[in-house]
């Protein structure tokens, strides 16, 4: 379909859309932003997204989408355990995990320059 005869959402649409876009898309704002516009380019789409995420608004039901603690639990020991998709890098997967907990409050960011030990026990 040419540039011209794709409908152009509004952006009142954009953001109702937003939030289940962005969940499906792998937590990714410019992979969302982009579906949702496609006739925009990369990084219009990449320069967007992140006063979107930004609203309070957006990250609630951001929030209401991901999956309980419980579930977010199981998750994070899964994916931690199993092989890299070929179709998703650690990367990706590490940014999932890093998005979502924060979305729950559980991992914050911090100004301190400290250092932070974490240990990980591995069931063999």
Known sequence: M??????KISAELL????PA???????????AYKALKPYVSRDTARAEAP???ALPSIQER?????????VES????DALNAEVRRDMSWGEK?????????LKGLLQNTTQQGSTNIGIIIER
């Not at 953001?15 to 937003?18: M, R, S, V, W």
């Not at 951001?62 to 419980?70: F, H, M, T």
């Not at 590490?94 to 907990?101: G, I």
């Open 2 to 7: 040419s540039k011209r005869k794709q409908k």
């Open 94 to 102: 590490h940014k999932y995990l890093e998005t979502s907990l924060k």
């Open 21 to 31: 876009s962005y969940v499906a898309h792998g937590l990714n704002g410019t992979r």
């Open 74 to 77: 199981k998750v994070i020991h």
């Open 62 to 70: 951001i929030r209401a989408l991901l999956p309980s603690e419980k």
């Open 15 to 18: 953001l109702e859309a937003f």
């Open 51 to 53: 006063p979107i995420l």
